[in-house]
């Protein structure tokens, strides 16, 4: 999250009456004449002093001078208007304040680490499955059951790897060998769409189970 970035604070008033005396000074400058323009610039006399400016920002918001009362009718039109208002979400009283930018980058931060964290358990999880399934083939069997409970339908048809369709061929349910089909993993083909059981996928259900346990 970026650093605010602080920018000294200048009375709009302060900024006006710069604004009138060098328009003032602009008007003098283009009414003279060209011939004359070189001869009369040492004598060039401007409404408000040179030293004016520095008096107007020592000034402050007084409001004493004629430009601030000029100035002061304009302030309280654009404040009816909206016009140069700030935003409501800029405006000091609707700030957010920084325990709740705290508060939120604290719990993104959580979020990251449990997405991260999960990401490493399904990786590991999948490796153990894939090491149980050497060590015990049946365990496929039993994956296949589990989801044909979850599928709750008489017309399943499974999808094996042909070195894996032996297996389940005991089980009783109907079995096609299918070389696309990974070894240790499965497909369950339902009259309502396919169940894939793939071995990423069953470790993401185990983690999804232990997470909620």
């Avoid at 003279?32 to 000034?59: C, F, Q």
């Avoid at 601030?68 to 009283?93: C, I, K, N, R, Y």
Wanted: aromatic letters at 2%.
């Amino acid at each position: 999250m970026s650093e605010p970035v602080f920018r000294p604070f200048v009375p709009r008033r302060v900024l006006a009456r710069g604004h009138d005396a060098g328009h003032d000074a602009a008007a003098h400058v283009t009414g003279a004449d060209d011939a004359s323009a070189d001869a009369d610039m040492t004598s060039l006399r401007i409404d408000e002093p040179v030293g004016a400016l520095s008096a107007l920002a020592l000034e402050g918001d007084s409001g004493d001078s004629p430009t601030a009362q000029t100035a002061a009718p304009t302030d309280a039109a654009s404040d009816e208007t909206g016009v140069g208002a700030a935003p409501d979400d800029m405006s000091a009283g609707k700030r957010v304040p920084p325990s709740l930018h705290a508060a939120i980058g604290s719990a993104w931060r959580r979020a990251e680490i449990r997405n991260e964290a999960v990401r490493l358990a399904s990786i590991a999880c999948g490796k153990a499955v894939r090491r149980g399934l050497l060590v015990d083939p049946g365990l496929l069997a039993r994956f296949v059951d589990e989801a044909l409970s979850d599928a709750q339908g008489d017309d399943s048809v499974v999808r094996l790897n042909p070195n894996d369709a032996g297996i389940a061929a005991r089980r009783g349910y109907d079995i096609i060998a299918d070389q696309s089909v990974a070894p240790g993993e499965f497909a369950i083909d339902t009259p309502s769409g396919t169940i894939g059981g793939t071995i990423e996928e069953r470790a993401a259900l185990l983690v999804l189970a232990a997470s909620h346990a």
